[in-house]
């Protein structure tokens, strides 16, 4: 058998032993290129092992769901595969030959015997479990197999186990009525995961709302606290819920009530708002919201703006000053040096003397035209005044573009929702 480890640290995502204490959880489904993504992978768990890829002419997880898609096209079948997630409680020390009989008693009760199949390990927080995904085409028939009532043979199948291996049987596998409220379906747990949220959470903050109200008014408002609204969905008398986010619930299978005793304190639905226009409302709260996040933004914008052109305007008027005094002391200077080079020649006929001949008294041999040194040692040259002002000023302009570029973004995030 052809076996694969992977190895990730990270560990991202709660495992699917924690949606539901059954330790057989089934599905028939389609789209062999997801499941063989989630299969393998390695980010949300810490090992991914393929142990088990028979009937196939591929030895790798995704060409083999390739090869039942592909075969699959020759019927009329739109889930060929049949998916079973083995998960033991969590205090069970589970090994491989106990998951591969669990495996082979799946496929016996299921009709599945025979029929091509993979087998991939994942490992998280020290916790093992297992995937088992066979294939429903007959190879030789071009038919798919029929698996009636798949879901209550895998609930006794988990019932067996529990009382073969002795371990503590759930509540919900004893009895129905007892099974806990806040279990929540793979579906359920991936969209949460998607958006970043707990299903787990989110059932127990609806069946708080629920046992804080003795109405339907009382329910609403709960609801509405915590960004929900109540609506009515398409089935007849079906009450939903609609999260800020889109998302729906049923409110009989959030707070795990059956729908007559739901009506009994909602009501008809009739006077209800339909999940369209609760997404509506959701959407101008959002824009409302949005509104005056971009007024206060604005406001926040336009004072540092104000605070930049000040310090601009001091930069400009300072830098002005400096320029300016630069300017006097090097006339000043240049006034002074011209008298002394003026001193050094003589007046009249010597003076005329003295220029024919090209003498001077204590003369240089060649005379500065401008000065070399500022008219004092702590002056700076202009060189280095215009330096620093340029990097003032290229500072005070990126602060200003800044700002500037931060409130276009607003402008135009806010036309892109409508907001004036």
Not at 136 to 144: C, G, S
């Amino acid at each position: 058998m052809p076996r694969l480890a992977l190895q990730n640290p990270s560990i991202a995502g709660a495992s699917l032993g924690r949606i539901r204490p059954m330790i057989l959880k089934g599905s028939q489904r389609g789209n062999g290129r997801k499941l063989a993504q989630h299969l393998l992978n390695d980010e949300d768990n810490d090992f991914v092992e393929v142990h088990e890829v028979s009937g196939f002419l591929s030895d790798d997880v995704t060409g083999a769901f390739m090869e039942i898609e592909n075969i699959a096209k020759g019927t009329r079948c739109q889930q060929p595969y049949f998916a079973v997630a083995l998960n033991p409680p969590m205090e069970a020390s589970v090994t491989v030959d106990m998951f591969e009989d669990t495996a082979d008693r799946i496929a016996k009760a299921q009709g599945l015997e025979g029929q091509p199949r993979v087998v991939v390990y994942h490992e998280k927080e020290g916790r093992r479990h297992a995937h088992a995904v066979w294939s429903r085409i007959d190879a030789e028939t071009m038919t798919a197999k029929n698996l009636p009532h798949f879901k209550n043979k895998l609930q006794n199948l988990s019932r067996d186990l529990f009382f073969e291996h002795q371990w503590k049987l759930p509540p919900g596998l004893r009895d129905r009525s007892l099974k806990s409220p806040t279990n929540v379906t793979l579906a359920e747990w991936q969209a949460a995961k998607r958006r970043g949220k707990n299903a787990i959470d989110q059932k127990n903050l609806i069946r708080q709302c629920w046992a804080s109200s003795t109405d339907k008014a009382g329910f609403e408002t709960a609801l509405n606290d915590h960004g929900y609204l109540l609506a009515k969905g398409d089935r007849r008398n079906s009450h939903i819920i609609v999260c800020h986010d889109g998302e729906i619930f049923a409110v009989s299978r959030a707070t795990g009530l059956k729908a007559k005793q739901v009506r009994e304190r909602l009501g008809e639905t009739d006077q209800l708002q339909s999940v369209d226009d609760a997404k509506q409302i959701h959407i101008r709260d959002v824009r409302l919201q949005f509104a005056n996040m971009a007024g206060e933004t604005r406001d926040q914008l336009s004072r540092q703006r104000q605070k930049l052109d000040e310090e601009r305007t001091s930069l400009i008027q300072k830098q002005r000053i400096e320029r300016s005094a630069l300017d006097n002391g090097q006339a000043e200077r240049w006034k002074q040096e011209s008298a002394e080079r003026a001193s050094r020649f003589k007046t009249g006929l010597s003076g005329f003397w003295q220029f024919l001949s090209a003498r001077t008294e204590k003369s240089p041999t060649r005379m500065p035209k401008k000065p070399t040194k500022p008219c004092n040692a702590t002056a700076p040259s202009v060189s280095s005044l215009l330096l620093t002002s340029s990097k003032s000023a290229r500072s005070s302009t990126s602060k200003g573009k800044i700002c500037a570029s931060r409130r276009w973004g607003w402008f135009r995030t806010c036309a892109l929702i409508g907001i004036g």
